[in-house]
C-alpha cells in the first residue's frame, strides 16, 4: 500500500495551512490568497500521485488509534469516488482562491476569509477520504461551522448572518440526525469502519433497526444536499460572497450528501423504503427546484435553485438504486461541478462589473462584457443539456434511466416528472443566457461595465474548458474518472461506453421535448412571471423566523418564567419532591421488627415537651415580631439542650448551650439594624400552600426519626466505647471522637466556622462600601438609644464575670478530653464572656481595648489542629494519628498528655477567633452607624455628677476611609 | 508508605495555606496572588503525583489516625478519585490565574483565601471514602463557594447569593436527615463498609434504606442541579462574579461523582433492598434537566444566563449517561464530565472578558463592538463549539460516546432523542447569541469620540494576553480531550472498572493493616451481639406479621 501514508498528510493539510493566512491577516489579500494555494496545491499534488494506483482499483488505507471506545479511529482511505471528489475539492478549490483574490475588495478581512475556506476545504476533504463514519461525522459538522462562518462572512448584513444560522440550523440538525444514523449502522455492523460496513450490506438490510438508521442518515443527506423540504436554507446562504456559494453552496459541500448517499448505496440501495424515499425526494426537489429558479430574478437565487434542482436529480438517480443510475449520478456531479462553479463566477462577474444581480435590470452584456458572456453561455447552455457540452450527456443518462423507471405501479409518472424537470432547466437556463446576456441594456444607470481582470474570468473559463472537452470527448476524458468512481460506489466493475449518438432512444425524445417546451415557456416567461408573483407561496424564510420567534418565546417562558429566582418556590418543589419520594422508597418495602420498648413519660419530661411544643407554635404566631420570635426560639434550644441532659449526654448538652446563647445573642445584636417586624408579604392562600407543605415534611422528619429510633442496629458506636481510652488517651468518648476518632471531621467543621467568619467580615467590608454603608451612616441611630446605654449593674456585673468564664472556659477546654467539655465549648464559654463585655459596655469602649485580630485566631487555630495532624507523619503515622502519654510533675501529680490537646487547642483558637469576627463585624456595623465611645466605662456613674458621653466628633469610633482592621 | 501520605495533601496544604492567606497576607495582595498561585500549582503537582500513584496500583487507603475502617475515617485513592483531584486543580489553578489576571480577586476581600478553602473542599469530597465526611466537605465547599459567589458584592449578586445558599443548606439539612436514617438503618458510615451492610439487609426490612437512597439521592442532585432541584443554578452561576462561576464548573460534578460513588459501589442495581428505583428517578430527573438546560439556552436573554442554561444541559447529558449506571455508560460519563468542566469553564471566562467591555453588560443585544472583537468571537466561538457538542473539540466525541453507550439501554430512544434534538437547541442558541454579540454589534455605530474629549476613565481596555490565555487553556483542553480521547479513556477504563469492583473495593478498605496496631474491630462482646441479634432477625421473620402488614399498606 504505498503512498497510503500520505493520506493524513493530505487531509491534514489545508487545516495546517489555515493558520497561515490567519496569522498573515495584516499582509494583504496577495499573501494571504498565495498561502492558500500553497497547500491546495500541495495536496493535490500528492493526490495526484496516488491517483494511478488508485485508477488502477487499489484502495489505500491508514488508520491510527484514537478513541477506541467510541469505534473512533483516524482512519482514512481512499478509493475511486474518494479520489474523484478529492480532486474536484481542491481543484476547484485552488480556481476559488484566484478568483476571490480579485473578487474581494481591500476592505474585506482577506486572512479570515482564505482561513475559513481552508477549513472548510480540510473539512471537506476529510468527508470524502474518511474510513470511519464517525470520524466521517467529525468532517460532516465541520463544514457546517465552516459554512456558517462563511455565509456569515459579511457580518454586518443581516441576511448573511440570518442566513448563516439558518444553515447552521438545517445542516446542523440534519448533522445531528445523521449522528444517531451512523451509530446504529455501525452498531448493526459491529464496526465504525466503512470497509467493514460495505461488506454487511446484506446483515444492515435485514436488521429491524436498518429503517431507522436509513431515515437518520438520509435527513442528514438530504439537510445537507438541500433536498425538499429542506431546501430552503440554501438560497439564502447565497449572502455569502459569490466565491462562497460557487465553492460550498454548488460544488462541494451540498454534494457531501450526495457523496454520502454514493458512500453507503452498497449498503443502503436497493430496498423499497430507499426507492420511495430517495428517488421521490430527489423527484420532487428537482421539479419544484427548477420551477422556483425560473421566477426568480436574482442571477445568485437562480443559480441557486437551479443547484436545488440539480441536486434532487443526483439524488434521484441515486435513488433508483440501478447501476446504471449511479453511474449517471456519478457522471453528474462531475458536469454539474464544472458548469455550475462557472455559472456562479459569472454570476459574481456580473455583480461586480454592474453592482446589480437582478435580471430583470441586465442585458446586453454580451457587447459590453464580451469574455464573461461567452462563459456564462456555454456554461449555461451545458445546464439546459444542449448537446455538445457535458450537461448533455449525463441529462441524457438520466432521462433514460428515469424513462424505465415505474413508481407505484406506474410507468408514466417517473419518466414525465424528469423531463417536465428538464424542461423547466431549459427554460431557466435560456433564461439566464437570454436575459442577461443579449438583447439590449435594459437599464442605463448601469455604469460601463467591463470584463474583469484576468485572475478572475481565467478560473471560470477553465471550467468551460472542460464543459466543451468532455462534452465532445466523453470517453476519452470523463470515461476513466468516472468509471474508477462508479466501480467504488457499485462495488462492481464498471465500464461505462459514452458517445454523443446513441440513436434515436426516448431520452432523445423527451431530452428533445425538453429543449423545445422550455423555450416556448422561456417566450411566455411575462405573463407566466406576473401570474407567479401573484399566486401566495409559502415563504420558507417568514416561516422559519416565525417557527424561530415562536420557540424563543416559548423557551423562555420555560427557562427564564421558572427559573426567576424565587427561592420560596425552589424550596417548595424541593421539599415536596423530597417528601414524595420519601414515601415512595418507605412504602416499597416493610420495616424491621421493633426492637426498643417505649420508655414510660415522666411528668419532667412531659412539661419539656410540651414547652417546646408551645414554643414551636409560638413561633409561628409571633414571628412577624421578631425580637419576641428570637427569645422564644431560644426556649426551643433550651429544651433541646435539656433533653440532652435527661438523656445522659453532657457533652451535647455543654455544646447545645453555648451555641444556643452565642447564637441568640449574635442575632439579638444583628436584628438591631433590621427592622423589628416582618410584613406579611404573600397571600393566605399562599401560605396555606406552604403551610401544608411544610407539615407534610416536619411529619416526615418525626415519622422518620420514630420509625429508626425504636428499632436497634448494630453499628460501630460500640469500637468507640471500648477503644476511647486505650486508643485515644481519654475517658470522654465523645470528646475522644471529635478530636482523634473523628478529628478528619472536626478538622473539617472548625474551617467553615472559619470561613464563615472571613465570610461575614468580607461581605461587611463590601456592604459598608455600598449603599447599605451610606444609609448606615445616615441613620438616626442616636435618637432612638437609650439614655442609658450601658448599666451600671450589668457593666460591673460582667466585668467581674470576665475573669471567672474565661477560667471556666480554660477549664472546661483541658478536662475536655476525660470530662464533658472540649475546645469548641471552651471556645463559645470564651466568646460568650468577651460578647458579654461588648453588649454592656458598648462595641466601640471593647473594641479600643481587644488587642489580638481575629483572623490571626481562626489563622491559628486552623493551623495548630492541622500541625498537630501532620506532625503525626514525622512518626510515619497518617495524618491526625494521636499519641499519648503520662508526665510525672515532681511534688504535684502525674499528668496525662495527648496530642489531641492541642488539636483540641485548635479547635478553641478557631472556634473563639470565627465567633468575635462575626461579632467584630456587627461592631464595625455599630460604629459606622455613629456609635461612640464612651470615655468613662459606664453612661450613668452615680459617684460622678456630671454625664460625659462623647468626644469630639474626630475621636468618634468611625473607622477613615482606607482604614483596615 | 511514605507516599501514601500525599492522599491527604490535596486536603493540607489549602487547609494551611488559606488561614495564612486570610491572616498574615491579607494587606499585601502580590504577597496573596504569589502565594496563591505557587499553592494552586503545588495542588496540580500533587494531584499529578496522586494520579501516578494511582495508576501504579489498586485503591490506596488512608487511615486518619490510624484508625481502621470503618471506625475511623478512610480516603480512598483510586483512578477515579485522583482524576477528579486532578480536573479540581487543574481547573483552579487556570481560573486563578484567570481572577489575577483581571483584578477579580482584589474586588472583595479574601479572594484567595476563599478560594485556597474551596479547592480543599472540593478535592476532599472526591478523596474521602465516608458518608459523613462527605457532608463535612460538602459544607466546606458550600460555605467557601458562598463566600466567594457574593465576592465583590453588589445587589443583585447578594440577592442570588442568599438564595444559593439557602437552598444548599436545606440541601445539607437533608444530607444530615438522610445520613442519620442511613446510620440507624445500617449502623455505619463509612462507604465501603455501607456496601457491605446494605446488602445484608433483608428486601422486606428495607423501608429505611430505601428512604435514605432517596434522600442521598436528593442531596446529590441539588449539588448537580438535576430536576426537580436546579432551580438555583440559573440565578446563582448567572450572578456569581465569571471567575468564580468558571470554578463552579467542578462543584456540579462533586453531585454527580457522589452519585457514582454512592449508586454503584453502595445502593448499586443488586442490591435487593433499593434494586432501580435511584435509577429511573435519576433518569426522569436528567431527561428533564436537558429539555430545561438546552430550552434555557434558547430562550436567555442574558449572557451568563444562558451559559448557565448550558451548563444545566450539560449536567443533564451527564446524568442520562450516569443514570444508565453500566461500565460503558460510566466510561462515557466520566470523559464527558471532563469536557463539561473545561466547557463551562471556558464559557464563563470567555463571557467575563466580553461583559467587562460590554456597554449593555450581558444583556444579548447588539451594541457596538469593543476591543478585541474579533478574539473575543474566535474565543467565544470556540468555546460555544465546545459545550454545544460539536468538532473538533470534545464535546463532540462526548456526546457520541454518551449516545453510543446508551443503545443497549431501555430508556436509549427517550435519551437519544433528548440529547440530539437538546444539542440542536443549544447549537441555535449559542449561534443566535454569537451572531448577535459579535456581528450584529458590528453593524452598530461606534460612537467616535471628540478629538479633544478626555479618554473616559472607564473606557474598555484590551485584555492583555496572558488574561486571555485561562480561557484559551481551557478551549485547549479541550481539544487535547478529543486528541488525546484514546489515553485518556484507556485511564477511565481503569476507573471504572475500579468502580465496578465493588468487591475490590470493599476489600481495599475494610481489609486491616498489616502493620496496624489498632484493635480491627469492637470485640468479642459486640460479636456476640451481634449474633444474638441475628438470631432475634431470624425468630421475628418467621412471624411476619408486622412485615406482612406494612407491605400490604405499600401496595
Known sequence: MGGAGLLPIIALLPFLGALVPGVMIRAGRNAAATFTAIPTFLALLMLLTLAPGVMDGQVLQKSFSWFPPLGLSASFMLDGLGLMFAVMILGVGLLITLYARFYLSNEDPAGVFFTYLLLFQGAMLGIVLSNNILMLLVFWELTSLASFLLIGYWRHLPEGRQGARMALTVTGGGGLAMIGGMLILGDIAGSYELTDILQAGEAIKASPLYLPALILILLGAFTKSAQFPFHFWLPHAMAAPTPVSAYLHSATMVKAGIFLMARLWPVLAGTDPWFYIVATTGLITMVLGALIALFKDDLKALLAFSTVSHLGLLTMLLGFGTEAAAVAAVFHVLNHLTFKAALFMTAGIVDHSTHTRDIKRLGGLLTLMPITAAIGIIAALSMAGIPLFNGFLSKELMLEEASHTSWWESPWIVPVLATFGALLSVAYSFRFIVHTFLGKPRDESIDHPHDPPFGMWLPPALLCVIVVAVGLFPAAIAGPIVDMAASAVTGTEIHTHFALWHGITPALIMSGIAIFGGLILLALHAPLDRAWLATPRPEAKRLFDGAMAASVRGTRVIAEGLHSGAISRALAVFVVTTVASGLIAFFGRGLPEVSRPLLPIPPVAAAGWLLMVAATLSVILLHRRRFLALVVISICGLMVSIGFVYLSAPDLALTQITVETVTILLLLLALHYLPKTTPADSSVALRIRDGVIGVSAGVGVGALAYAFMRRDVPSISDYFLENAYSGGGGHNVVNVILVDFRGYDTFGEIIVLGIAGVIIFALMEVLLRGRAGRRLRNWAFSEDRSRDRHPLMMVVGTRVMLPIALLVGVYILLRGHNNPGGGFVAGLVFSIALLMQYMASGFAWTMDRQRWEYHSLIGWGVIIAGLTGAAAWIFGRPFLTSAYGYIDWPWIEEFEWATAMAFDVGVFLAVLGAVMLMLYSLSRMARYAGETVNLEPMDYDPSQKSVQTERAPQERGVPTEGEEL | ?555
Open chain 2, 1 to 555: 508508605m511514605i507516599e501514601t501520605h500525599w492522599i491527604i495533601a490535596p486536603v493540607v496544604l489549602p487547609a494551611i495555606l488559606a488561614p495564612l492567606l486570610a491572616w498574615v497576607m491579607r494587606h499585601d495582595i502580590v504577597l496573596a496572588r504569589s502565594a496563591s498561585l505557587a499553592g494552586a500549582g503545588g495542588l496540580v503537582a500533587i494531584a499529578v503525583g496522586l494520579l501516578n500513584l494511582a495508576a501504579g496500583s489498586g485503591e490506596q487507603v488512608y487511615r486518619l489516625g490510624d484508625w481502621p475502617a470503618p471506625f475511623g475515617i478512610t480516603l480512598v485513592l483510586d483512578h477515579l478519585s485522583a482524576a477528579m483531584v486532578l480536573l479540581t486543580s487543574v481547573l483552579g489553578l487556570i481560573v486563578l490565574i484567570h481572577a489575577v489576571a483581571t483584578g477579580w480577586d482584589n474586588r472583595g476581600r479574601h479572594f484567595h483565601a476563599l478560594f485556597q478553602f474551596q479547592l480543599m473542599g472540593i478535592c476532599g469530597a472526591f478523596l474521602t471514602g465516608d458518608a459523613f465526611n462527605l457532608f463535612v466537605f460538602f459544607e466546606i465547599l458550600l460555605i467557601a463557594s458562598y463566600g466567594l459567589m457574593i465576592h465583590g458584592g453588589g445587589r443583585v449578586r447578594l440577592q442570588a447569593g442568599l438564595q444559593y445558599v439557602v437552598m444548599n443548606l436545606a440541601g445539607s439539612t437533608l444530607f444530615l436527615f438522610a445520613l442519620g436514617t442511613l446510620y440507624a438503618a445500617t449502623g455505619t458510615l463509612n462507604i465501603a463498609d455501607l456496601a457491605v451492610k446494605v446488602r445484608e439487609i433483608a428486601p422486606e426490612d428495607a423501608a429505611l434504606v430505601r428512604v435514605a437512597a432517596m434522600l442521598l439521592l436528593i442531596v446529590f442532585a441539588i449539588k448537580a442541579a438535576v430536576f426537580p432541584v436546579q432551580f438555583w443554578l440559573p440565578t446563582t452561576y448567572s450572578n456569581a462574579p465569571a471567575p468564580v462561576a468558571a470554578l463552579f464548573a467542578v462543584m456540579t460534578k462533586v453531585g454527580a461523582y457522589a452519585i457514582l460513588r454512592f449508586y454503584i459501589i453502595v445502593f448499586g442495581p443488586d442490591v435487593a433492598a433499593t434494586g432501580t428505583l435511584p435509577e429511573k428517578w435519576l433518569f426522569a430527573g436528567a431527561t428533564i434537566t436537558t429539555v430545561i438546560g438546552a430550552f434555557g439556552v434558547l430562550g436567555a436573554r442574558r449572557l451568563m444566563s444562558m451559559i448557565s442554561f448550558s451548563v444545566i444541559f450539560s449536567m443533564g447529558t451527564l446524568m442520562l449517561a450516569i443514570s444508565a449506571f453500566t461500565p460503558d455508560a460510566t466510561l462515557a460519563a466520566l470523559y464527558y464530565l471532563l469536557h463539561s468542566t473545561f466547557a463551562t469553564a471556558a464559557l464563563f471566562l470567555v463571557a467575563c472578558h466580553i461583559l467587562a467591555r460590554r456597554p449593555s453588560a450581558d444583556l444579548l443585544h447588539a451594541s457596538p463592538p469593543t476591543v478585541q472583537n474579533g478574539i473575543f468571537a474566535a474565543l467565544f466561538f470556540a468555546a460555544a463549539i465546545g459545550m454545544a457538542g460539536m468538532p473538533p473539540l470534545s464535546g463532540f466525541l462526548g456526546k457520541l460516546v454518551v449516545l453510543k453507550a446508551l443503545i443497549p439501554w431501555e430508556h436509549a430512544e427517550i435519551a437519544w432523542v433528548v440529547i440530539l434534538g437538546g444539542s440542536l437547541v443549544t447549537i441555535v442558541g449559542f449561534a443566535r447569541a454569537g451572531s448577535m454579540l459579535f456581528w450584529k454589534s458590528t453593524a452598530e455605530p461606534v460612537t467616535e469620540p471628540e478629538e479633544d474629549a478626555p479618554e473616559p476613565e472607564d473606557a474598555p481596555r484590551p485584555a492583555t494576553a496572558l488574561a486571555l490565555a485561562p480561557a484559551a487553556v481551557c478551549i485547549l483542553m479541550m481539544a487535547l480531550l478529543s486528541a488525546l480521547a484514546g489515553p485518556v479513556t484507556r485511564y477511565l477504563g481503569v476507573a471504572v472498572a475500579q468502580l465496578y469492583d465493588r468487591e475490590g473495593y470493599i476489600a481495599a478498605v475494610l481489609t486491616p493493616p498489616e502493620d496496624g496496631d489498632r484493635p480491627v474491630d469492637a470485640g468479642i462482646a459486640l460479636e456476640a451481639e451481634e449474633a444474638a441479634a441475628q438470631e432475634d432477625v431470624t425468630v421475628e421473620d418467621e412471624d411476619g406479621l408486622t412485615t406482612g402488614v406494612i407491605e400490604e399498606v405499600g401496595q
